[in-house]
């Protein structure tokens, strides 16, 4: 499986950027999807989750009430809308799959894209 984001860039404070990750290979709706991010010096750090079928997600409390996951199977691809951005939430951005059910553990997934880099400031 190949994962490619897309959609990172530098957003001012209070703005919206929106990820996409499209990915070839094996049909994803057996797949549980995810995001994380990571900074220099830092651990990988779990963003959010969604289910294979898409009917449940999971989100860090960084991020729960701001950023919202969704996945479209037909098309292959998830989502990752993020509004009122923070610059803590500048980090690159990673797209993650794992067969079967959702974890936020980042050693738990076998796929991962190149990322993409969100940068928020003024």
């Known amino acids: 499986m190949q994962l490619v984001e897309s959609g990172g860039g530098l957003v001012q404070p209070g703005g919206s950027l929106r990820l996409s990750c499209a990915a070839s290979?094996?049909?994803?709706?057996?797949?549980?999807m995810a995001w994380f991010r990571q900074t220099p010096g830092k651990e990988r750090e779990f963003v959010a989750v969604?289910?294979?079928?898409?009917?449940?997600?999971y989100y860090s409390d960084a991020v729960r009430g701001r950023f919202t996951i969704s996945r479209d199977n037909a098309e292959n691809t998830v989502a990752l809308q993020m509004n009122s951005l923070k610059t803590e939430d500048t980090a690159v951005y990673y797209c993650?799959?794992?067969?079967?059910?959702?974890?936020?553990?980042?050693?738990?997934?076998?796929?991962w894209g190149q990322g993409t880099q969100v940068t928020v400031s003024s």
């Open positions: 969604i289910s294979a079928l898409g009917r449940a997600t």
């Open positions: 993650a799959a794992r067969p079967g059910n959702g974890k936020v553990d980042p050693g738990s997934y076998d796929n």
């Open positions: 290979g094996p049909a994803l709706s057996t797949y549980a």
